[in-house]
């Protein structure tokens, strides 16, 4: 491909995300690698290394999207590509041996507490969860001293939906004292705002869906590492269970990364601007977003991260009198009340989007109790700024009137 590691590696993010994973440079090539629509390969030999072979082993879409992740990352080898978020959580925890320790964030993605909480009440593995933001208390679940140590770390930082920042250099250090593998999610960061390689992980993962395609017209996950031997087992676990990425998807994550540095910047500076104005507002009970220095995981996530993200979450305040009728609300309904009302910011889960998204996170069954049931979670798009603050201003005061 177009990129060698040395070459990456003095190179901007915001300039791998472009040039990364492009054909050779050679007279009548394509400026952009084409999509392979192929399930079988031509050969005649046994197979060996770099050996196609068959669609469910290799396809030559994958490679420029799997090229350009690692190199964003940070990685000495290219990252792999599933068939979704869950997909690459799901090979990702395959490294955690028959009965081991996982230690994962009580409060983290859905689907992988899901997942993780299945496995356990199947006898698959043990399971220990933890408020990864509370260093001392993950340190204990890592090798309590009357029980066994963890095999696995999984670390999310900000963590989905509470915002949590963990503190990922002495976690990472702690862990593999233990003997433990650490997976760290960095789909709310993007490696343009954190590369968890750097501070310690061993593999990192993405759900590819969100900020990496950017377009909420893919579904595709990643997982990326510098350890030969962990990919070769995360390799072997995408071949044999299948969780392989569409060609056409994988070209369509490609595309949407090129402009992957302006969507978040643009995203990042407006989620700054409009959890300052919401820190203040009267219907807004409380906020988190390590971008205010009254967060706190602010002082932490500066020291770890190169921005704060996209993603802030508010929890609506009660309301008494509704258009002075006497009904009150709890901060669940005027949550869900405000949200009715917007009229540019789109009611709808995921995040990552061009678009701006919101929901009332409780409104899925599977989100953890903790979670409070008036949280709002929003993920900024590219949209003026104004624009989105006039809309949620307009929601807010009509929940008064």
Known sequence: MSLSEQQAASLS???????AG???????????????????????????????????????????????LGQLEGAELPGLLYASGL???????SLVP??????????SYAGSLVMATELAAKGFLELRTVDIADTDAVLAQLAPADGRPASMLWLESPTNPMLGVADIRA???????????????????????????????????????????????????????????????????????????????????LRGLRTLA?????????????????????????????????????????????????????EMAPVAGVSGSGESLSGADAADRMIRALKLWLPATSLGGVES???????????????????VRLSVGIENVEDLWADLEQALAGLGR
């Open 13 to 19: 993010a915001e300039t791998v995300v472009v040039a």
């Open 22 to 68: 492009r054909p050779p440079r050679e007279r009548d090539e394509p400026v952009n690698p084409p999509l392979v629509l192929s399930s079988t390969y031509f050969g005649t030999g046994p197979l060996g290394d770099g050996d196609r072979g068959y669609g469910r082993y290799s396809n030559p879409t994958w490679d420029p999207f799997e090229e350009a």
């Open 87 to 93: 997909a690459a959580v799901s090979s990702a925890l």
């Open 98 to 107: 028959a009965g081991g320790v996982l230690v994962m964030p009580s409060h």
């Open 171 to 253: 976690l990472t250090a702690a862990a593999h004292q233990a003997g433990a593998v650490v997976v760290t999610d960095n789909t709310f960061s993007t490696p343009l705002v954190q590369q968890p390689l750097t501070l310690g992980s061993d593999v990192v993962l993405h759900s590819v869906t969100k900020y990496l395609s950017g377009h909420s017209d893919v579904v595709l996950g990643a997982l990326v590492t510098s350890d030969a031997g962990l990919r070769a087992s995360l390799l072997h676990h995408r071949t044999i269970h299948g969780g392989i990425a569409g060609p056409f998807e994988a070209w369509l994550a």
């Open 262 to 314: 302006l969507r978040v910047e643009r995203s990042q500076a407006s989620a700054a601007v409009l959890a300052e104005r919401l820190s203040t507002h009267p219907r807004v009970g409380s906020i988190r977003f390590p971008g205010l220095a009254s967060d706190p995981g602010h002082e932490r996530a500066k020291s770890q991260m190169k921005g704060f993200g996209s993603v802030l979450c508010i």
């Open 357 to 375: 998204l919101i929901e009332r996170r409780r409104r899925h069954a599977a989100e953890p109790a903790s979670v409070p049931d008036n949280l």
